[in-house]
C-alpha cells in the first residue's frame, strides 16, 4: 500500500511542483518587466527635470544680459562680468535689484515645476511601483510554495522507495 500512496503522491506533488515552476516563471517575466519600465520611467523623469533647469537656466542668463542692455551698460557676451565694471552705482544699484526679482522668480518657477514632477511622479510611477511590490510579493509566496512541494515531493519519493522495499520477494527462504 506504502508504494501506491508514494507513487500516486509523488505524481500529485510533481505536478504542483511544475504548475508552481510555471507560475513562477510567468510572475518573474512580469516583474523584470515592470522594474525595468520603472527603471526607463525613471530615468525619464530626471531628464525631463535636467532639461528644465537648463532652459530655465537660459532664461534667467537671457533675461540678466537684457537687464545689462536695458540699461545701456556694454556688454561684451565673450566676457559679461566686464559689464558690472563700466556701470555707475546707481546702475549697478538697479541692476542687483532686478537681478534678486529674477533670481525670485526663477526659485518660485523651480518650485512650481518641482511640484508638477512630484505630482507626475506620483500618478504616473507610483501604479508601476505598486504593482512591482505586488508581483514581488506573489513571487515571494510562490518560492515558499515551491519549496513545500518540492518536500513533499522528496518525500513521496523516499514513501515510495520504501513501498518498493516492501513488495520485493524474500528468495533467502527466511522468515
Known sequence: MGFLSGAYGKLMAGKLVRDLQYQMTSVQSRLRRVTRQVGDMEKMFQAQERNMKSAMMGQMNYATMGLMY????????????????????????????????????YAMAQSMWQNMFEMQRESMLQPLKDLEDSLQTEKDNLESRLKIAQAEYDAKKE??????????PDYTGQA
Do not use: H, R
Open 70 to 105: 536695458g540699461n545701456k551698460v556694454q556688454f561684451d557676451p565673450n566676457n559679461p562680468l566686464a559689464a558690472l565694471g563700466n556701470m555707475s552705482s546707481q546702475d549697478y544699484t538697479q541692476f542687483a535689484a532686478i537681478q534678486q526679482q529674477v533670481q525670485q522668480q
Open 159 to 168: 514513501e515510495e522507495k520504501a513501498g518498493v522495499k516492501g513488495l520485493t
